[in-house]
Each structure stands twice: as C-alpha cells, then as structure tokens.
C-alpha cells in the first residue's frame, strides 16, 4: 500500500522550533519530490514548502523562507518539515505530499484529493 503519514506537530510558544515527520511506505520516496501543505481554520490548503526529487528546483512560503527547510532521511524513508522561528500564523494541520508542481514561483500538489495522509496539528501560542 503507497501512503505517507504524517507526524511530529502538537503546541509550542512563538518562537519555539518544532521537526514534523513524512513517513512513505510501499515506494522509495528518495526518487521523488515533496512537498509540504497545510490547512488552517476556514483556510484552503496551502503550499508551504516543497523541493524537487534531485533538489534543484525548489518552493516556499515568503512567510516561511528561512524558517523552514526540507530535510530527508533515505534509510528511514522519511522526509521531514524542519521548523524554527514559530509564529502563531503558522497553526494549521500539515500534510506533506509526493511529486508537486513546481513551476513559474508556486508550488502545487500531485496528491489526489481522498489520497491525502492523517496530517498533523501545529498549535503555536502562548
């Protein structure tokens, strides 16, 4: 079964850093993008940070650059959302995604609608 689950958010005080999981089974996920999303109250689902599978070609957030980055670890098969500089704007459920669209300074999901994974919260206040 292909499917990525997501992990790693609860609540943290602005300013604080926070690493959220990406875990594939039943695929090889080195071979292909991520990308990560996420959905706040009354919001639609948004890119926030998303990178190619060889790393060239790269998307995020304005709101988010140099606060987030994308990192992977091959032998776990997981990629993961590392998260600094916690602002409460960034509350919202993450969801990470394989193969998006990276084109013309935005990012887009390949994932089917009914395909996504659990997603995680992110709670940030004080």
């Known amino acids: 079964q292909v499917q990525l689950v997501e992990s790693g958010g609860g609540s943290v005080q602005p300013g604080g850093s926070l690493r959220l999981s990406c875990v594939a089974s039943?695929?090889?996920?080195?071979?292909?993008?991520i990308g990560w999303f996420r959905q706040a109250p009354g919001q639609e689902r948004e890119a926030v940070s998303c990178i190619s599978s060889d790393g060239g070609t790269t998307y995020s957030k304005d709101s988010v650059k140099d606060r987030f980055s994308i990192l992977r670890d091959h032998a776990k098969n997981t990629a993961y959302l590392e998260m600094n500089s916690l602002k409460p704007e960034d509350t919202a459920v993450y969801y990470c995604g394989t193969d998006p669209r990276i084109i013309g300074g935005s990012c887009q999901p390949r994932t089917p609608h009914d395909s996504w994974g659990p997603g995680t919260q992110v709670s940030v206040s004080l």
């Open positions: 039943g695929f090889t996920l080195r071979y292909y993008g």
